[in-house]
């Protein structure tokens, strides 16, 4: 759904109108994709509004921006208070939140270096859960891409840059025309890597398995959300390589991701997931997932920071 266009973005320090809050169209980042970005999530919840897993993503940011040697004006903790500032002065208790730091105006040219570093924070109401409303508990039709997944030494798979987002959007795009909701890359090896935006997990026999780091994957912060909730639950989870044929024999398949959450995935290239049904480990780890950000569960591992909360900048 298209922006309501209302409400402020943050934008070096200062709260800015929507409207207003616009960059140079001869700005590096335009041209050279030579930004970096986090997707969180606020939910409200009944104790209240909550970012998940805040400074997680954070971390993931300045990692991101060492990668590409940027150096943002504001250290993290001062980003983080910009994050709750942010949802607090639009009034969101529950939202989407997309910190950006990027190369701004000054001259054009590939090395981004002189360029300076600029950043966002825009938040916006969530309303197009993937695949619609119902596939949280019916699952989503998925294909393998023929597009591969960024190779490791080209584009680095762990910093989230702007720059990812043109493979991740061949492989969007080719699943939408081809009637997907998502399509299913593999790395450049041919095993299988992740979503456009979202990383996968499978169930056979009682156990996880996800692709390694090494497979060309984001590493997920929900990702890391579910080996901990595995563990919770006992499961026996299995980080690594997984052929392409895996995809056709598993019991179960699931997305997940800030956008996706636990999505089940019900076929892949037509062949069904199990019987075509969400599986009793994915409903099992969903109702712990949704469970701890509804507030209905304990947040025991302390995923959950309250959007009223002040930040200590150290
Ligand atoms: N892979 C890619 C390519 C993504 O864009 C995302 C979304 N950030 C994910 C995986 C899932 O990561 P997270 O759980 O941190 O949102």
């Not at 335009?30 to 997707?39: A, K, T």
């Not at 596939?135 to 989503?140: H, I, N, W």
């Not at 026996?236 to 398949?253: G, K, T």
Request: with cysteine.
């Amino acid at each position: 759904m298209a922006f309501s266009e209302t409400g402020k973005v943050w934008m070096n320090g200062k709260m800015v109108a929507w409207k207003d809050a616009t960059i140079h169209v001869a700005s590096h980042v335009i041209h050279y994709g030579s930004g970096v970005f986090e997707g969180i999530r606020a939910y409200d919840s009944t104790r209240g509004a909550h970012v998940f897993r805040l400074p997680e993503h954070m971390r993931r940011l300045a990692d991101s921006c060492r990668v590409y040697r940027m150096e943002p004006p504001y250290s993290i903790s001062e980003l983080t208070d910009a994050v709750l500032e942010t949802i607090r002065v639009n009034g969101y208790k529950s939202c989407y939140i997309r910190p950006l730091v990027y190369r701004g105006y000054l001259q054009l040219g590939v090395n981004p270096m002189p360029c300076p570093v600029d950043v966002a924070i825009t938040v916006w109401e969530w309303d197009t859960p993937l695949g619609g409303d119902d596939a949280r508990r019916s699952g989503v039709d998925v294909g393998v891409s023929s597009w591969t997944r960024i190779a490791p030494n080209t584009l680095p798979a762990l910093a989230k840059s702007t720059a990812n987002y043109a493979n991740s959007a061949l492989i969007k795009m080719q699943a939408t025309v081809d009637g997907y909701a998502e399509g299913i890359a593999l790395d450049e090896s041919g095993v299988v890597s992740e979503g456009s935006g979202q990383n996968l997990f499978f169930v056979r026999d009682n156990v996880l398995y996800t692709p390694t780091l090494t497979s060309s994957i984001l590493q997920g912060i929900t990702r890391e959300t579910i080996l901990v909730l595995a563990s919770d639950l006992g499961l026996e989870v299995r980080e690594q390589p997984l052929p392409r044929e895996f995809l056709y024999i598993a019991d179960e398949a699931f997305f997940c991701g800030t956008a996706a959450e636990i999505t089940p995935i019900r076929s892949i290239d037509k062949i069904a997931v199990g019987n075509g049904r969400r599986g009793p480990v994915t409903a099992a780890l969903q109702d712990r997932f949704f469970g701890v950000i509804n507030g209905d569960l304990p947040d025991e591992h302390n995923w959950l920071t309250p959007v009223g909360a002040a930040v200590a900048t150290p």
